[in-house]
Nanobody, 119 residues
């Protein structure tokens, strides 16, 4: 099995910063990609940023958020600066991996961490 453990969410004022972390562990042979998605109340889950062969950002976060990956630690970070109230959401870590014990690639999700930005 593969587990994702997230941390770093919380309450921050508009204009502030937060850093999210997510560590993958378990039967991981190699990681194809890691990324972050978010879901605000009443809205669909949306991509925030991913890092694999290339790095991709949602237009709404470009220039404010930075994704980085520590391959040695199987950990992905999301540095969020200049936060806005519309960034308020549950943020989910996502990874696509190859496992030691099964053929093929698999996608896993973290449990989510709440980010609340007050105006």
């Amino acid at each position: 099995q593969v587990q994702l453990v997230e941390s770093g969410g919380g309450l921050v004022q508009a204009g502030g910063s937060l850093r999210l972390s997510c560590t993958a562990s378990g039967s991981i042979r190699s990681i194809n990609s890691m990324g972050w998605y978010r879901q605000a109340p009443g809205k669909q889950r949306e991509l925030v940023a991913t890092s694999g062969g290339s790095t991709n950002y949602a237009d709404s976060v470009k220039g404010r958020f930075t994704i980085s990956v520590d391959n040695a630690k199987n950990t992905v970070y999301l540095q969020m600066n200049s936060l806005k109230p519309e960034d308020t959401a549950v943020y989910y870590c996502n990874t696509n991996v190859y496992r030691y014990d099964r053929a093929g690639s698999y996608i896993y999700w973290g449990q989510g961490t709440q980010v609340t930005v007050s105006s």
